[in-house]
């Protein structure tokens, strides 16, 4: 688990080569042992790493592939991490339609399970995948909405890029001082 949660970190660090790298000893070893759920997390951040190192196709069908694992072994803990981490290489890709979809997703996920420890990164992507889209008033809503909840939670590092998200939107806008 610790081999997990350091995957996590050095993804959010944004240093993909070592979620890589970590990732192939996690599937090793939830393999040896058995651990079916852990196997798919270790699975699920590798495949958000080679979406980070160019590898967008080959990321995303992992990904995919982990969550539709995860929930065929009954696996939904921390589902909308996975599908904030999914909707981001979708709107790289441009891919926004299916982006959104996984957002949608992500938040009905975490009302049917009480999950709300990625709701605020779940309104982050959905900003960034409206923005891409064109829709600044709905994006301008979801990021602040994805900060409000990071505030909330006291989540400084899922509020910090939800702040450079609305910033950009702005700066796009024109309006630099809201």
């Known amino acids: 688990f610790a081999l997990l949660v350091l995957e ?97 997703e992500g938040f009905a996920h975490a009302e049917r399970m009480a999950e709300g420890g990625y709701l605020a990164e779940l309104h982050r992507m959905r900003g960034e995948l409206l923005r891409a889209r064109g829709d600044a008033v709905a994006a301008e809503a979801s990021f602040r909405a994805a900060m409000e909840q990071a505030e909330t939670q006291q989540a400084k590092s899922f509020e910090l890029p939800a702040a450079t998200g609305l910033a950009k939107l702005l700066i796009d806008l024109g309006r630099q001082t809201h």
């Open 8 to 104: 996590g970190v050095h993804l959010y660090r944004g240093e993909p080569a070592e979620v890589v790298a970590l990732g192939d000893e996690v599937v090793a070893l939830a393999r040896e042992y058995g651990l079916a759920q852990e196997k798919e997390w270790g699975r699920a951040f590798q495949g958000s790493a080679f979406t980070q190192l160019g590898r967008l196709d080959e990321g995303i069908d992992q990904l995919k592939d982990s969550l539709v694992v995860q929930q065929a072994i009954g696996s939904g803990l921390v589902r909308t991490a996975f599908l904030a981490l999914l909707a981001d290489p979708l709107c790289r890709a441009g891919r926004l339609d299916e982006g959104l979809r996984a957002i949608d």
